[in-house]
């Protein structure tokens, strides 16, 4: 006799994910990457199995900025709802301290709007976005969230191909089976070391305090503190709270213990050297106590050549987060990979050689904004920690590039915030750069010196290429 209500095929699907542990999809990390992948592919009408070790709010003190072009991905994935109800603070663009001097550098208008309205970036408290990207995994259809610690990768016995994963749920082992296994696992990616080449850079850390009710120069800002030290990064994430970002190079002597360590370096060193209205809240929350670190790594991009598995975000592509890119790349590469892996174009995700093929277009068509921001990153960062005479005349010289405003504030911040996708636009300011921090150094000089600050200038144009051509070539090599 045939049932009266018959399940759907929805319901078929969600008893597949809950009782067998098989969908189309294993996603590993219920972080940006994961949760973002995970609603996009669900919306497409794929099976997706998102896999987190802990459900918590985490408790993270970067992945708090999101720049416009991060935004703009998030309202096309149909995820703009997740900015609201988090005390989330509208971000229009930066202002640059250099030594007590500011300039301000607003995100540029959007040519493509009528108005001519400046676009929007959005700081905020990173666990209470994630917990609203989880929720929004959570209410899609055709995804299922589950929480267990994933342990190892399921490998066919005759070939190389991932089939699903092991985990640990409770303490008893378990398995979760999909023809394709995305690994979005994060900066301290356990799956890494075995699938990509490359490992991650890191050679300092950003140190972190939560200012209550600090007052900054110029409100809804990210701000950039140049001085004797590596940069300062000061932005509000709340209402009343402001997240200040140190970053503490590796075995530096003013934050050695004989110098009181990290915390002696925050109140001797850096403390100084920030704005005199925000020096008290600073020194409030460093006398509270409450300091936390992350390292600042450096990774470039892998073609994921395994197949049915995947590797994204911050697991296979890292920069320094000085720019507050990451997020920003991490939404991108969910619309562009949504779209190559879309049921019209990838029918079947068992058929891995396809899938690979569409990874292969995946890592070179992503390369217009991602490699701006990763290049744009580490060489903003070389910069802005500058070390030796060479450094610290191009840092002088990028500031009084942005002092000159119009398109001199308008190129650099529009790629910055991932406005604008041009790699070439990035090489053109870096070198203009480069060009006025010369001249710079001989409009300086007397004419006795002209020989010598010659010869400087060549030394700033070595160290300038020095700076950027590596990461050119770990983009292009890639």
Not at 92 to 107: A, K, R, S, T, W
Not at 216 to 230: Q, R, T, Y
Not at 445 to 466: D, E, H, I
């Amino acid at each position: 006799m045939l049932e009266d209500n018959p399940p759907s095929f929805s319901d078929v699907q969600e008893e597949r994910r809950r009782l067998h542990h098989e969908a189309d999809v294993v996603v590993v990390g219920a972080g940006i990457m994961g949760c973002a992948v995970a609603v996009a592919m669900g919306k497409q009408g794929r099976s997706v199995l998102l896999l987190e070790k802990s459900l918590k709010q985490p408790d993270r003190i970067v992945g708090e900025l999101l720049q416009p072009g991060g935004v703009s991905a998030l309202e096309k994935l149909g995820l703009r709802d997740c900015l609201e109800g988090i005390d989330a603070i509208p971000v229009h663009g930066y202002e640059v301290i250099y030594y007590g001097q500011g300039v301000e550098i607003p995100y540029p208008e959007n040519s493509d709007d009528t108005a001519r309205k400046r676009p929007q970036g959005r700081s905020f408290h990173h666990g209470r976005f994630i917990q609203r990207l989880r929720e929004a995994a959570m209410r899609t259809p055709n995804v299922t969230v589950i929480e267990t610690t994933v342990t190892d990768v399921v490998k066919s016995g005759h070939t190389d191909q991932v089939l699903g994963v092991e985990s640990q749920t409770k303490g008893e082992k378990d398995c979760f089976f999909g023809h394709l296994t995305i690994i979005a696992d994060g900066y301290a990616s356990k799956f890494r070391k075995a699938y990509i080449k490359h490992q991650p850079i890191s050679r300092s850390k950003f140190f972190g305090l939560e200012l209550i009710d600090a007052d900054l120069p110029s409100p809804n800002h990210g701000h950039v503190v140049l001085g004797e030290g590596a940069p300062v990064l000061l932005y509000q994430i709340g209402t009343h709270e402001t997240r200040a970002l140190v970053d503490v190079p590796q075995h530096l002597p003013s934050a050695s213990v004989k110098n009181g360590g990290v915390k002696g370096h925050l109140r001797n060193t850096v403390l100084p050297s920030l704005p005199k209205s925000v020096r008290p809240s600073f020194e409030a929350a460093l006398d509270k106590g409450a300091l936390k670190s992350m390292p600042n790594s450096f990774l470039p991009p892998s073609t994921s050549r395994t197949p049915g598995m995947i590797m994204l975000g911050d697991a296979m592509n890292m920069r320094h987060p000085l720019t507050g890119g990451g997020m920003t790349v991490a939404f991108n590469d969910v619309v562009l990979l949504s779209d190559l892996l879309s049921p019209e174009k990838v029918p079947r995700l068992e058929d891995t050689q396809l899938v690979l093929k569409q990874m292969s277009t995946f890592h070179w068509r992503r390369k217009n904004l991602t490699s701006v921001i990763n290049i744009l990153a580490q060489a903003l960062y070389s910069l802005f920690a500058a070390n030796d005479p060479q450094l610290r005349a191009l840092q002088l010289g990028c500031f009084r590039y942005f002092q000159r405003g119009g398109s001199c504030i308008d190129g650099p911040v529009g790629l910055l915030a991932g406005i604008i996708r041009q790699p070439f636009v990035l090489f053109y300011h870096f070198f203009a750069v480069a060009l006025l921090s010369i001249w710079i150094l001989i409009s300086g000089t007397t004419l006795l010196r002209a020989p010598m600050a010659t010869v400087q200038s060549l030394g700033v144009f070595w160290k300038a290429c020095v700076v950027i051509f590596p990461f050119i070539f770990s983009e292009i090599r890639s």
